[in-house]
């Protein structure tokens, strides 16, 4: 393969990389589900924000307007005071009222900073009026409920603040509807785990519900986290997971609600943005049947703070499980980090939400993320932990990298002599075949040879960018000076500007790593081909603007890679053997 063609291909992939892989589980797509579902999209008005629950059995098609689901929500709020308390574990800091029998208003993370508001990571968002872990059913009417008044307090602890380091605290609420039914819920807080279960009991729920299921509902995603509101935006879904198949909904167009209802078995629906997720986890014994994703795209504007990396619009997701009330319920709510060693340690498939990418790739970047964590159990700093890992990889591909560089070597050497061969036998294909062959093997030449190293290392490329890119390990770790966040770019100051792929922000990294892939080509020797040097320079610039957004830990990595690279070659090219002398002598 023409070196030309070798660069174009190396290019091509590198590109593909770099610009698709936060889309690429959009290219490959999920199964299609198996069981019945429910698809709708309907205008985004202020009914449909706060949308009624759909309740999946095809006897029911009279479903209640938008203004019969406004006004149902239950009179009375005032009937019980609003109690609150505040519960701090190692872990976070939340609050919980006794509004919705037991929602979570605050939930705050301790060790996790929010880079919108340098205040620490807050996973509630209650800028649209809707309640965590709210109850939704259709009543006798036929209309939807939502219960979100203040429910009667059976057990709550007697302090304003509870301090829980050892042990857990339980609160327990009901809720008793004039027709005589009544249901209770149960949340209970451990002091060293993200999970929270719950537990909810209807008594003569006949009395009170149309159809004798309800929802579990979590409806308005959680809040952005990240200075450039695209991050969240771009790893932002919510998913179902029945009968060991996950399912997902896509973000929605500005202006409309999407929702969708699969029916059957589900384990558990569960939403993220980058690096944080919530979860609604079936009990193993008792699994929900039915399970609800909607997402809804508006402005974000909670924070004051809607400009930086977007158009200012950020898609929201809601999730629900749905359940029988003819018997109690169990379930866990998981709130916290997008941590593969804590959700794994749940073994109930939630990692899948993560991006490790497809079948291929996924156990090579399980394997790159639990190294990059061994590693760092000895060496305390991540930014020395990818700079020892580049050396690792740069060892480990080793035997490839020299069969490539000195393929690229040889075949730059012997183009003089094909070149001659091309003007010799211009007229004659089959002959100038013949005599190339035959060029090739006398100088052991392989013209795959500079192609073939780098498609093998390419599912590790890949992995690596992956993992560098979302790990939530290397979130808030500093390196060294200016670098104090290896998943956040270097920023040294902002342009008053935003440029197209390179953005606003100035960083080091990103200039250093396109200087080091520079040098690296040149010295591969593509300068001093004319036909692969325009290539080689814009590749490198191309390189440069997109990394400029990357993570200072991906950049920190691939500077120092190249940096390896280049002495890596400079090694190889002082052993390479004599450039052919002459042309070869030839018959006729």
């Given at each position: 393969?023409?070196?030309?063609?070798?660069?174009?291909?190396?290019?091509?992939?590198?590109?593909?990389v770099?610009?698709l892989?936060?889309?690429?589980?959009?290219?490959?797509?999920?199964?299609?589900?198996?069981?019945?579902?429910?698809?709708?999209?309907?205008?985004a008005?202020?009914?449909?924000?706060?949308a009624p629950?759909?309740i999946?059995?095809?006897?029911?098609?009279?479903?209640?307007?938008?203004?019969?689901?406004?006004?149902a929500?239950?009179?009375?709020?005032?009937?019980?005071?609003?109690?609150?308390?505040?519960?701090?574990?190692?872990?976070?800091?939340?609050?919980?009222?006794?509004?919705?029998?037991?929602?979570?208003?605050?939930?705050?993370?301790k060790?996790?900073?929010?880079?919108?508001t340098?205040?620490?990571?807050?996973?509630?968002?209650?800028?649209?009026?809707?309640?965590?872990?709210?109850?939704?059913?259709?009543?006798?009417?036929?209309?939807?409920?939502?219960?979100?008044?203040?429910?009667?307090?059976?057990?709550?602890?007697?302090?304003?603040?509870?301090?829980?380091?050892?042990?857990?605290?339980?609160?327990?609420?009901?809720?008793?509807?004039?027709?005589?039914?009544?249901?209770t819920?149960?949340?209970?807080f451990?002091?060293?785990?993200?999970?929270?279960?719950?537990?909810?009991?209807?008594?003569?729920?006949?009395?009170?519900?149309?159809?004798?299921n309800?929802?579990?509902?979590?409806?308005d995603?959680l809040?952005?986290?990240?200075?450039?509101?695209?991050?969240?935006?771009?790893?932002?879904?919510?998913?179902?997971?029945?009968?060991?198949?996950?399912?997902?909904?896509?973000?929605?167009?500005?202006g409309?609600?999407?929702?969708?209802?699969?029916?059957?078995?589900?384990?558990?629906?569960?939403l993220?943005?980058?690096?944080?997720?919530?979860a609604?986890?079936?009990?193993?014994?008792?699994?929900?049947?039915?399970g609800?994703?909607?997402?809804?795209s508006?402005?974000w504007?909670?924070?004051?703070?809607?400009?930086?990396?977007?158009?200012?619009n950020?898609?929201?997701?809601?999730?629900?499980?749905?359940?029988?009330?003819?018997?109690?319920?169990?379930?866990n709510?998981?709130?916290?980090?997008?941590?593969?060693?804590?959700?794994?340690?749940?073994?109930?498939?939630?990692?899948?939400?993560?991006?490790?990418?497809?079948?291929l790739?996924?156990?090579?970047?399980?394997?790159?993320?639990?190294?990059?964590?061994?590693?760092?159990?000895?060496?305390?700093?991540?930014?020395v932990?990818?700079?020892?890992f580049a050396?690792?990889?740069?060892?480990?591909t080793?035997?490839?990298?020299?069969?490539?560089?000195?393929?690229t070597?040889?075949?730059?050497?012997?183009?003089?002599?094909?070149k001659?061969?091309?003007?010799?036998y211009?007229?004659?294909?089959?002959?100038?075949?013949?005599?190339?062959m035959a060029?090739?093997?006398?100088?052991?030449?392989?013209?795959?040879?500079?192609?073939?190293?780098?498609l093998?290392?390419?599912?590790?490329?890949?992995?690596?960018?992956?993992?560098?890119?979302t790990?939530?390990?290397?979130?808030g770790?500093?390196?060294?000076?200016?670098?104090?966040?290896?998943?956040?770019?270097?920023?040294?100051?902002?342009?008053?500007?935003?440029?197209?792929?390179?953005?606003?922000?100035?960083?080091?990294?990103?200039?250093?790593?396109?200087i080091?892939?520079?040098?690296?080509?040149k010295?591969?020797?593509?300068?001093?081909n004319?036909?692969?040097?325009?290539?080689?320079?814009?590749?490198?610039?191309?390189f440069?603007?997109?990394?400029?957004?990357?993570?200072?830990?991906?950049?920190?990595?691939?500077?120092?890679?190249?940096?390896?690279?280049?002495?890596?070659?400079?090694?190889?090219?002082?052993?390479?053997?004599?450039p052919?002398?002459g042309?070869?002598?030839?018959?006729?």
């Open positions: 393969m023409p070196d030309s063609a070798r660069a174009f291909m190396a290019f091509a992939l590198i590109a593909l770099l610009i892989t936060p889309k690429y589980l959009e290219f490959i797509g999920s199964p299609p589900a198996r069981g019945p579902e429910q698809i709708e999209e309907r205008t008005s202020e009914e449909t924000l706060l629950p759909i999946p059995q095809s006897s029911y098609d009279s479903r209640p307007t938008m203004a019969q689901a406004h006004q929500e239950p009179e009375n709020r005032q009937r019980w005071p609003e109690r609150t308390v505040k519960i701090e574990t190692e872990l976070y800091t939340a609050v919980i009222s006794s509004r919705g029998g037991g929602s979570i208003t605050s939930f705050e993370l060790g996790h900073s929010n880079r919108r340098d205040g620490p990571v807050q996973l509630i968002d209650d800028s649209h009026g809707a309640i965590s872990l709210e109850l939704a059913y259709v009543n006798l009417e036929g209309d939807s409920v939502y219960l979100r008044e203040n429910f009667e307090v059976i057990v709550f602890p007697s302090l304003n603040t509870i301090h829980l380091s050892d042990g857990t605290v339980s609160m327990e609420f009901r809720r008793t509807f004039p027709s005589g039914a009544v249901v819920k149960k949340l209970t451990q002091s060293d785990s993200y999970i929270i279960p719950l537990e909810i009991a209807w008594r003569d729920p006949g009395l009170e519900l149309g159809i004798n309800f929802e579990v509902r979590w409806p995603g809040p952005p986290a990240e200075q450039l509101l695209n991050e969240d935006e771009t790893y932002g879904k919510v998913y179902v997971y029945q009968g060991g198949e996950l399912e997902d909904q896509g973000s929605a167009r500005k409309l609600v999407r929702r969708r209802t699969l029916k059957g078995s589900t384990d558990w629906v569960a993220r943005n980058k690096y944080f997720t919530a609604l986890i079936a009990d193993r014994n008792q699994p929900a049947t039915f609800s994703l909607s997402a809804v508006r402005p504007t909670h924070d004051g703070n809607n400009n930086s990396g977007s158009n200012g950020l898609t929201s997701y809601s999730m629900a499980l749905g359940y029988d009330a003819g018997s109690p319920v169990k379930l709510l998981y709130l916290g980090p997008l941590s593969y060693f804590i959700i794994s340690d749940l073994e109930v498939g939630l990692e899948q939400i993560m991006n490790l990418g497809f079948s790739i996924r156990p090579i970047s399980k394997l790159v993320l639990y190294s990059l964590v061994y590693l760092h159990e000895v060496i305390p700093n991540y930014g932990v990818l700079i020892i050396i690792v990889i740069r060892v480990v080793n035997p490839l990298t020299k069969k490539s560089f000195t393929s070597q040889k075949m730059q050497l012997v183009q003089p002599r094909v001659e061969l091309q003007e010799k211009k007229g004659n294909a089959q002959k100038l075949n013949q005599e190339m060029l090739w093997k006398r100088e052991g030449v392989n013209p795959l040879g500079g192609c073939l190293p780098i093998i290392q390419m599912p590790l490329l890949w992995a690596l960018f992956i993992v560098f890119r790990t939530i390990e290397l979130r770790q500093p390196f060294i000076w200016w670098i104090t966040d290896l998943s956040s770019p270097d920023v040294i100051f902002n342009l008053p500007f935003s440029l197209p792929l390179y953005g606003q922000g100035v960083t080091v990294l990103a200039l250093i790593m396109g080091t892939m520079f040098l690296q080509q010295l591969s020797g593509a300068a001093s004319p036909q692969q040097k325009p290539m080689m320079y814009m590749m490198s610039i191309f440069f603007l997109i990394f400029n957004q990357f993570p200072s830990g991906l950049n920190l990595y691939y500077a120092f890679s190249n940096f390896l690279a280049i002495l890596q070659q400079r090694a190889i090219r002082k052993h390479l053997v004599a052919i002398a042309p070869a002598k030839t018959k006729g």
